[in-house]
């Protein structure tokens, strides 16, 4: 039954295929089925074969399923491949599920919409894309999932096109995330040219034997590797897009910005990470890039009025959490985040989606309030999925994850207390914006009403997601509490575990006390400022309105001006440089040429006056000439 | 007879200076007609009486004649009307005059000493010419009574006057 | 006999002169017979010089030819007279297409 594999990333497509065909004949309801569908079924044979993967002997062994030869360019002979291991397995799992549970949530979200199939062929579009980067067997193919699921945030952030801002928007992702996906390509070019192929297993076993720990080739791949995850994560410095890219209808948030396309780097550097590990300077690079953004993050995020936006942030953070676990070698702790954030991310934004939806597309969370009578489903699965993402301990699958990174990263061999404490902070700063946001919305005295309320659709997935946000954290439980690492052991054949050489049990408990300590501080803060927020004394509305806070809230609220800073140095630049080559000087060889002729045939036809004296004048000339020619030469 | 040949050399470059740098037609004409007879006595002096006679019955005599009767047939108005009052001007008249005396001396003296030519030239009659002409050179004859047939036919084209002033069609104005 | 060729010569270089400098195509015209008729006298002086006929000849040729493109050039006179009302060369400088 593992030969079905391949049908997993076909059906998306096939159904992307037959909506961009029939999709304007065909009623919105049929194109839904068509587009849930095919997902659906995609998920249903996902779960077959990973039944099947972890039943049939040899159980857990990677199977790998090559389709056809793509190309054959010499020695190049990249082929369209899947391979099913167990990291992939996971991630086709979370992808496929979660991916339909949104889809079925959008097919209510998106109802009477204009281009409703267009929206489900492009969605369809992504899966597949998603499907085929995370089962690629070779560098090549997963490259161009990449390069799809880049197409297809691009076209779904720009979907409602009419509005010209959200097309500058799309266009803005799809230029930041080319950024990372050129290093990237060059990372590819280096692979191939220094190992001489890039299936992604002979190449790391490959790269272990030839290049030594430390070697500069090795650095250079990784790092470039590097800049193409950070560009579609949107990490540092390349995460400036992803806030703007909330200008997507919210089921594209939920799955692409959410849950699966920007973990796509996360996947990336698991899978490659021999070469991270064979790089250890770039490895340490990664953790420092998650643990800044991390914080950067947070901070933002606590003074964003949008309610998306807020999400965006904390999206960015929270894969900083997963960057600065792979950083430390903790592959398995970044994968376990990986899934139960797809699961409470997704769910944080599908009910705000509800809630937006509900208020007649309203974003400000100031104009919000008091939402928890209106929308009550909404409301409790919100609830769920903030606690999970504070990591409030215990219930929630975000402790458990969390904690495992958090742990890993001081105990690691690379890690470092500094990355840990910095990692504490962000979980102390993510349980404040998110309960701000929780507060804000659903809390307090209700200032709108609320215009449509959630149906079955859109009720359905919250509540399974939610579900799983509270029990997904059980399939890895840490030591302190009983000790049944499933996962990790898991995905022992694919990602190593973490190299701890000094790891005391004892600490790890203690960290987990002091993280949910801050955790649950956090709501405090965020109920004392933002719950009673009209309560304030005459001095704290001082410093509010100061100069200077007001400076730094502007400075924070544009995410620490990144977009500014590229404005200026590289947007700006580039823009005057173009405008100063608006003549384009290289094509002035072509019509320099054209130029001087021309203007060569308006010096000739001077020489047509039409009068016969000229001409007469003219043989004069050219006889004397002649005539000198013959005697004087 | 080389101070002849030098004389008549002298008048032919200075009237044909005259020529070209008068302002009324007719007077260019004058000095060229001139110039045509003093270029003839050189013809003389160079023992080519056919072709000196030939210069001035066909040149000086048709020829000129014919742009003569053109220019007047032109009928240039205010400036005809000067010029007939300039005509009896004896500023202008000095200058050919003082050519054609000259010539007219040289004429003299030339006609008086028939039969002497330059030292070592040898006379070519009109027999030798004809003799020649009608011999190797007959193609020539044959094509230029065909060119002067031509020029006839054109001339008598190109000179009627039409009805419509010159319209053709298609022609804009 | 150079002398006579150089006086043909200067003819033919005055009579250039006149062609290229008068406007007046009557002048113009005038000047080409003053040309034609230096190139005359170097052919007689050439046939003079070797006791040929020839010389004489080609003169008589010379002369045919001339009368020939005087009438006809002296018909297009006309013509450029009667269409441009002037007689300037220079009017005459449009050229179609």
């Given at each position: 039954m593992l030969e079905l594999l391949c049908m997993i990333p076909f059906l998306p497509f096939a159904g992307f295929v037959i909506l961009t065909l029939i999709g304007r004949r065909i009623t919105d309801r049929l194109a839904a089925l068509i587009g849930a569908g095919s997902v659906a079924i995609s998920a249903i044979i996902t779960f077959v074969v990973g039944y099947?993967?972890?039943?049939?002997?040899?159980?857990?062994?990677?199977?790998?399923?090559?389709?056809?030869?793509?190309?054959?360019?010499?020695?190049?002979?990249?082929?369209?491949?899947?391979y099913l291991d167990p990291l992939s397995l996971i991630m086709i799992l979370v992808v496929t599920f979660v991916g339909f549970l949104i889809h079925l949530y959008s097919v209510e979200f998106m109802k009477g919409e204009e281009g409703y199939s267009r929206f489900f062929a492009y969605m369809n579009l992504f899966v597949g894309s998603m499907l085929t980067l995370v089962l690629a067997d070779n560098l090549v193919l997963l490259y161009l999932g990449w390069e799809g699921v880049g197409l297809c945030s691009y076209l779904l952030i720009g979907f409602w096109y009419k509005d010209p801002a959200n097309g500058r928007a799309a266009i803005k992702a799809f230029v930041v995330t080319r950024v990372g996906d050129a290093a990237m390509a060059v990372g590819l070019f280096l692979l191939f040219t220094n190992l001489g192929t890039l299936n992604i297993q002979e190449l790391m076993g490959l790269a272990s034997q030839k290049w030594p720990i430390g070697s500069g080739i090795a650095a250079a791949a990784a790092v470039l590797l590097l800049g193409g995850a950070a560009g579609k994560s949107a990490q540092l410095p390349l995460q400036t897009w992803l806030p703007?890219?909330?200008?997507?209808?919210?089921?594209?948030?939920?799955?692409?910005?959410?849950?699966?396309?920007?973990?796509?780097?996360?996947?990336?550097?698991?899978?490659?990470?021999?070469?991270?590990?064979?790089?250890?300077?770039?490895?340490?690079?990664?953790?420092?890039?998650g643990a800044a953004t991390l914080l950067l993050a947070s901070i933002s995020a606590i003074t964003q009025r949008d309610i998306k936006r807020v999400l965006a942030y904390s999206t960015i953070s929270q894969i900083g959490y997963m960057f600065l676990a792979l950083g430390v070698g903790a592959w398995s702790a970044a994968i376990f985040h990986f899934m139960t954030h797809a699961f409470f991310k997704a769910l944080l934004f599908l009910g705000a989606g509800a809630v937006i939806i509900g208020l007649d597309r309203e974003h400000d969370m100031y104009k919000m309030g008091g939402l928890r009578k209106q929308l009550p489903v909404a409301f409790w699965t919100f609830l769920i999925g903030s606690a999970s993402l504070s990591a409030l301990p215990l219930v929630t699958a975000g402790f458990y994850s969390k904690d495992l990174i958090l742990w890993q990263v001081w105990a690691s061999d690379r890690g470092s207390i500094l990355l840990c404490a910095g990692g504490v902070a962000g979980a102390f700063l993510t349980s404040v914006y998110t309960f701000r946001m929780l507060f804000l919305t659903f809390a307090g005295?209700?200032?709108?009403?609320?215009?449509?309320?959630?149906?079955?659709?859109?009720?359905?997935?919250?509540?399974?997601?939610?579900?799983?946000?509270?029990?997904?954290?059980?399939?890895?439980?840490?030591?302190?509490?009983?000790?049944?690492?499933?996962?990790?052991?898991?995905?022992?054949?694919?990602?190593?575990?973490?190299?701890?050489?000094?790891?005391?049990?004892?600490?790890?408990?203690?960290?987990?006390?002091?993280?949910?300590?801050?955790?649950?501080?956090?709501?405090?803060?965020?109920?004392?400022?933002?719950?009673?927020?009209?309560?304030?004394?005459?001095?704290?509305?001082?410093?509010?309105?100061?100069?200077?806070?007001?400076?730094?809230?502007?400075?924070?609220?544009?995410?620490?001006?990144?977009?500014?800073?590229?404005?200026?140095?590289?947007?700006?630049?580039?823009?005057?440089?173009?405008?100063?080559?608006?003549?384009?000087?290289?094509?002035?060889?072509?019509?320099?040429?054209?130029?001087?002729?021309?203007?060569?045939?308006?010096?000739?036809?001077?020489?047509?006056?039409?009068?016969?004296?000229?001409?007469?004048?003219?043989?004069?000339?050219?006889?004397?000439?002649?005539?000198?020619?013959?005697?004087?030469? | 007879m080389n101070e002849v040949y030098y004389i008549s050399a002298t008048i032919a470059l200075i009237s044909t200076l005259m020529v070209i740098t008068r302002l009324n037609a007719i007077h260019a004409l004058l000095y060229f007609i001139v110039s045509l007879f003093s270029?003839?006595?050189?013809?003389?002096?160079?023992?080519?009486?056919?072709?000196?006679?030939?210069?001035?019955?066909?040149?000086?005599?048709?020829i000129m004649v014919l742009f003569v009767f053109v220019i007047m047939m032109l009928n240039l108005g205010p400036e005809a009307i000067e010029q007939e009052r300039q005509l009896f001007r004896p500023e202008v008249w000095i200058g050919p005059g003082v050519l054609s005396f000259v010539l007219f001396l040289e004429f003299i003296y030339v006609i008086r000493n028939y039969g002497r030519h330059l030292s070592g030239v040898a006379v070519i009659g009109p027999k030798q010419v004809g003799i020649v002409l009608f011999g190797p050179y007959l193609l020539g004859v044959e094509l230029a009574s065909l060119l002067l047939l031509v020029g006839l036919v054109g001339a008598y084209h190109l000179g009627r006057r039409r009805r419509s002033s010159g319209l053709r069609k298609g022609e804009k104005q | 006999m150079e002398h006579g060729l150089i006086l043909a010569g200067m003819l033919f270089c005055i009579g250039l002169a006149g062609v290229i400098v008068r406007r007046n195509i009557i002048f113009t015209l005038l000047s080409i017979e003053i040309m034609l008729n230096a190139s005359g006298l170097a052919f007689v002086v050439a046939g003079s010089r070797w006791g040929q006929a020839d010389g004489q000849i080609i003169f008589i040729f010379i002369l045919a030819m001339a009368a020939a493109e005087v009438s006809v050039g002296l018909a297009l006179l006309l013509q450029l007279y009667h269409k441009f009302k002037t007689l300037d060369s220079d009017t005459a400088s449009r050229m179609r297409g």
């Open positions: 099947n993967f972890l039943v049939l002997p040899p159980a857990g062994h990677p199977y790998t399923q090559v389709l056809w030869t793509w190309m054959r360019i010499g020695s190049f002979t990249p082929c369209i491949s899947f703007d890219a909330m200008a997507g209808p919210t089921p594209v948030s939920a799955l692409i910005h959410a849950a699966t396309m920007v973990t796509a780097g996360v996947y990336l550097i698991a899978r490659t990470h021999v070469l991270f590990t064979l790089a250890p300077a770039v490895q340490t690079t990664v953790a420092i890039t005295n209700a200032t709108s009403q609320v215009t449509r309320k959630p149906g079955p659709l859109m009720k359905i997935p919250l509540i399974t997601l939610a579900v799983l946000s509270l029990i997904a954290g059980l399939i890895d439980i840490p030591a302190t509490l009983g000790n049944l690492p499933t996962l990790s052991e898991f995905l022992h054949s694919a990602l190593p575990p973490v190299p701890m050489s000094h790891a005391n049990p004892l600490i790890e408990g203690k960290l987990q006390f002091i993280t949910s300590l801050l955790a649950l501080v956090g709501i405090m803060f965020a109920y004392r400022i933002f719950l009673h927020s009209p309560q304030h004394t005459g001095r704290a509305e001082e410093i509010k309105r100061s100069p200077i806070a007001t400076a730094i809230h502007c400075f924070l609220f544009q995410g620490w001006n990144f977009d500014l800073l590229y404005d200026k140095f590289i947007v700006q630049p580039f823009v005057r440089l173009a405008r100063f080559n608006r003549g384009d000087f290289i094509d002035f060889i072509y019509t320099g040429i054209a130029l001087f002729i021309r203007s060569f045939n308006r010096v000739l036809s001077f020489t047509q006056s039409g009068k016969v004296r000229w001409y007469a004048a003219g043989l004069a000339v050219g006889a004397v000439i002649l005539i000198g020619i013959a005697e004087f030469l | 270029v003839a006595i050189i013809f003389f002096i160079l023992g080519a009486p056919f072709a000196a006679a030939l210069e001035v019955i066909i040149y000086a005599g048709a | -």
